[in-house]
């Protein structure tokens, strides 16, 4: 069964940071095209980054995240990794990861998805 879960969400204050995982079982993360995406309460889903299948490359959907996130991939524990710095009220969201087995897509596209993880960014 293929499978993404993730972690690391919670409580942070302004200017905090978090680490997001993204675990794969079932199938190899690197041979597939990972995504991330955020919905706010109320709101549209919004994606933040995708990394193309083997080995691809990562590209950022937006500029106001591009210099605060970073995707990071450790092969051996199969797992991506979304590290968010200075973060603001205005990340406050679920946070999903997503795996398409081929390339990077819209959010309807993804073959597996994970479960969410929780950020709240507030004082």
């Known amino acids: 069964q293929l499978q993404l879960v993730e972690s690391g969400g919670g409580l942070v204050h302004p200017g905090g940071s978090l680490r997001l995982s993204c675990a794969a079982s079932?199938?190899?993360?690197?041979?597939?095209?990972i995504a991330w995406f955020r919905q706010a309460p109320g709101k549209h889903h919004e994606q933040i980054s995708c990394?193309?299948?083997?080995?691809?490359?990562?590209?950022y959907a937006d500029d106001s995240v591009k210099d605060r996130f970073t995707i990071s991939t450790d092969n051996a524990k199969n797992t991506q990794y979304l590290q968010m710095s200075s973060l603001k009220p205005e990340d406050t969201a679920t946070y999903y990861c997503?795996?398409?087995?081929?390339?990077?897509?819209?959010?309807?596209?993804?073959?597996?998805w994970g479960q969410g993880t929780q950020v709240t960014v507030a004082s």
């Open positions: 997503a795996a398409n087995r081929f390339w990077c897509t819209t959010w309807g596209s993804y073959d597996v």
């Open positions: 079932g199938f190899t993360l690197g041979s597939y095209a």
């Open positions: 990394t193309g299948s083997s080995g691809g490359s990562t590209s």
